[in-house]
């Protein structure tokens, strides 16, 4: 049962519990380009529905334009220098050492998630990625697992277990799309055996990264996720769905990646051990981005001051934007303990990388490096399967949304 008339209030803003099953999707990757072409092809029946019986809007994603930092950006309703993630791996300046983020160690505040499954809301939280779990489910008593690590879920660690026999099918490969129709089976499931009446549910970004809009690969997923889109609006939900970041690809006119191996050319021109390059996008999936994104941190580790190397990274061709830690920090609302000296950004279709033998393209099989990261990737799509209120119409009147505002739309926005 939906626990109604209740408010609960995280970071600042106040949700209201929901007053029929709501089930937020991030469509990791899902650019907007996907969704103009899906529309105009005819693969979203269901998404078509949403957006013309409710409400569509491009929103800002949270910088960096990684999964880490905007999915806990979308759940805990506020930019990162609040919940502290700001990367998918960062450089401990207290250690020297690299870290890979997959707890909620860094984890600083709490999510709207934790704070409605308190309140007696019944929450699930499905992510395709285990890394994401443990960060999204900080503080949550409720279900909360991943599709990579289904068959592991125990009632203890997770809220659930049996995964696989209540969706119907074996774990999926780390690599396949169904990584991601997985979570949103999953989901479907929970919603008709009613247990859950809130729902996040996290995708994986695989395909994106392999195919672009109107590429077999993407068109045939998304036709499965507008399926199971669908699906949800049947079983009465109030549908959300917005994106951690958008996609594009990283090449030269040729199709080849083009790549600014900051690392490597720092070192060059200063002095081998001058500068340390760290790629936020880095975490267990990289084979198909080598672990090449447009954002990176830049760490001075030599004699050569940080104004003098932001000088000549700036002038490198293919870097959009060079700022310093504290300003970086400033602009995008990111924690300023996990800055580096600088951060450079590459432009739309650069990618910007530490030294070539930190990068495994080979798993690129073929296809086109597509990657995300920079300020290219910021514009998301956002919607909701409901018509707004008068309020909630006169915010977006009054400025660009974020797609950390999902939550607040979702819960609060319907007329």
């Given amino acids: 049962m939906t626990v109604q008339d209740k408010t609960v209030e995280v970071n600042?803003?106040?949700?209201?519990?929901?007053?029929?099953?709501?089930?937020?999707?991030?469509?990791?990757?899902?650019?907007?380009?996907?969704?103009?072409?899906?529309?105009?092809?005819?693969?979203?029946?269901?998404?078509?529905?949403?957006?013309?019986?409710?409400?569509?809007?491009?929103?800002?994603?949270a910088m960096p334009t990684f999964t880490n930092p905007n999915n806990m950006s979308i759940v805990a309703g506020a930019p990162p220098r609040v919940h502290g993630i700001s990367g998918n791996y960062y450089l401990d300046k207290k250690t020297g050492k690299e870290v890979m983020i997959t707890d909620a160690s860094l984890v600083s505040s709490g999510t709207v998630l934790a704070a409605l499954a308190d309140a007696g809301v019944h929450v699930a939280a499905i992510t395709a990625k285990d890394k994401l779990r443990k960060m999204l489910g900080s503080g949550l008593k409720g279900i909360c697992f991943s599709s990579e690590k289904a068959r592991d879920a125990t009632l203890a660690e997770n809220g659930i277990e049996n995964v696989e026999q209540l969706v119907g099918r074996s774990t999926p490969d780390m690599y396949s799309p169904d990584l991601s129709l997985f979570v949103l089976d999953a989901?479907?499931?929970?919603?008709?055996?009613?247990?859950?009446?809130?729902?996040?549910?996290?995708?994986?970004?695989?395909?994106?990264?392999?195919?672009?809009?109107?590429?077999?690969l993407a068109d045939q997923f998304n036709r499965d996720v507008d399926q199971r889109v669908g699906r949800l609006m049947e079983l009465g939900a109030v549908v959300g769905i917005v994106a951690d970041h958008g996609m594009t690809d990283k090449c030269m006119p040729d199709g080849q990646p083009q790549v600014v191996f900051l690392e490597k050319m720092l070192n060059e021109q200063f002095g081998a051990g001058t500068v340390r390059v760290i790629c936020?996008?880095?975490?267990?999936?990289?084979?198909?981005?080598?672990?090449?994104?447009?954002?990176?941190?830049?760490?001075?580790?030599g004699k050569t001051s940080p104004e003098v190397l932001m000088d000549a990274a700036a002038?490198?061709?293919?870097?959009?934007?060079?700022?310093?830690?504290?300003?970086?920090?400033?602009?995008?609302?990111?924690?300023?303990?996990?800055?580096?000296?600088?951060?450079?950004?590459?432009?739309?279709?650069?990618?910007?990388?530490?030294r070539p033998d930190e990068h495994d393209l080979s798993g690129l099989n073929g296809h086109k490096l597509r990657s995300h990261g920079g300020l290219s990737e910021q514009p998301v799509p956002f919607m909701v399967s409901k018509p707004l209120n008068k309020k909630y119409q006169a915010i977006v009147e009054e400025r660009r949304l974020r797609n950390f505002d999902i939550f607040d739309f979702a819960l609060n926005g319907p007329a």
Wanted: hydrophobic fraction near 35%; charge should be neutral; proline fraction near 6%.
């Fill in 12 to 61: 600042g803003r106040t949700y209201r519990t929901p007053r029929q099953p709501t089930a937020v999707i991030c469509f990791d990757g899902c650019d907007p380009r996907y969704i103009s072409h899906g529309l105009s092809s005819g693969l979203f029946p269901n998404i078509s529905k949403v957006i013309s019986q409710g409400f569509y809007t491009i929103a800002d994603a």
């Fill in 280 to 301: 936020p996008i880095t975490d267990p999936f990289v084979k198909h981005h080598g672990a090449l994104g447009s954002f990176v941190r830049v760490y001075a580790t």
């Fill in 187 to 216: 989901g479907i499931k929970l919603l008709e055996q009613k247990k859950a009446d809130l729902l996040y549910l996290s995708l994986s970004d695989m395909v994106q990264h392999s195919a672009g809009p109107g590429e077999a």
């Fill in 315 to 354: 002038r490198i061709p293919g870097v959009a934007l060079v700022l310093d830690g504290k300003s970086a920090s400033e602009r995008y609302e990111m924690p300023i303990e996990r800055e580096g000296d600088f951060i450079a950004i590459g432009d739309t279709y650069t990618a910007i990388g530490s």
